[in-house]
T-cell receptor, first 112, second 111 residues
Framework: EAQVTQNPRYLITVTGKKLTVTCSQN?????MSWYRQDPGLGLRQIYY???????DKGDVPEGYKVSRKEKRNFPLILESPSPNQTSLYFC???????????FGPGTRLLVL | EDKVVQSPLSLVVHEGDTVTLNCSYE??????LLWYKQEKKAPTFLFML????IEKKSGRLSSILDKKELSSILNITATQTGDSAIYLC???????????FGIGTKLQVIP
């Protein structure tokens, strides 16, 4: 089944404790992206990647890192999480046309 | 800075009504406009509109892109309770496939 998977789905952590949210797609898509969704602010793009080893900042990259060492994986790293990073995070991927994005199920993160 | 504005923010209609959702945008190097439906989970893709495909239809849903007015509408006819969701508009632009979403329109269809 074609899908985008994220892990974990729910995470509660404390300020400053490094964490990684994994994202994997099995559709051989070139383009992958991370978003956060907050009430009243909608979906905002954090980082995106057009291919292996090619990443770029979205609208809200501060406090986040990404890597794209393999085509199928695009992990999101929070080196030192803060409470303002409490949010719902979505990973998405799209094929060569880059524009019809398929979303993962979401990761709900709470930083205390 | 790229910008996508959706209206209304929220609306409540009765089953069988027709609704029109609006999306306007300001973006450099426009490539496409996308509509998504989001229920209590991840957004699911509805339509993609580009300069070469400014009108799309699928069942009771249809969408039109007005490149002159920098806007799009999403129409839903004969609404059903299953149409209740947040409808998101997104625009792809910029030289590197940057995606900007609006904050969405929350539609509630009551029996």
């Amino acid at each position: 089944e074609a899908q985008v998977t994220q892990n974990p789905r729910y995470l509660i952590t404390v300020t400053g404790k490094k964490l990684t949210v994994t994202c994997s797609q099995n559709m051989n898509h070139e383009y992958m992206s991370w978003y956060r969704q907050d009430p009243g602010l909608g979906l905002r793009q954090i980082y995106y990647s057009m291919n292996v080893e090619v990443t770029d900042k979205g609208d809200v990259p501060e406090g986040y890192k990404v890597s794209r060492k393999e085509k199928r994986n695009f992990p999101l790293i929070l080196e030192s999480p803060s409470p303002n990073q409490t949010s719902l995070y979505f990973c998405a991927s799209s094929p060569r046309n880059r524009e019809t994005q398929y979303f993962g199920p979401g990761t709900r993160l709470l930083v205390l | 800075e790229d910008k996508v504005v959706q209206s209304p923010l929220s609306l409540v209609v009765h089953e069988g009504d027709t609704v029109t959702l609006n999306c306007s945008y300001e973006v450099t190097n426009f490539r496409s406009l996308l509509w998504y439906k989001q229920e209590k989970k991840a957004p699911t893709f509805l339509f993609m509109l580009t300069s070469s495909g400014i009108e799309k239809k699928s069942g009771r849903l249809s969408s039109i892109l007005d490149k002159k007015e920098l806007s799009s509408i999403l129409n839903i006819t004969a609404t059903q309770t299953g149409d209740s969701a947040i409808y998101l508009c997104a625009v792809v632009g910029g030289g590197y496939q940057k995606v900007t979403f609006g904050i969405g329109t929350k539609l509630q269809v009551i029996p």
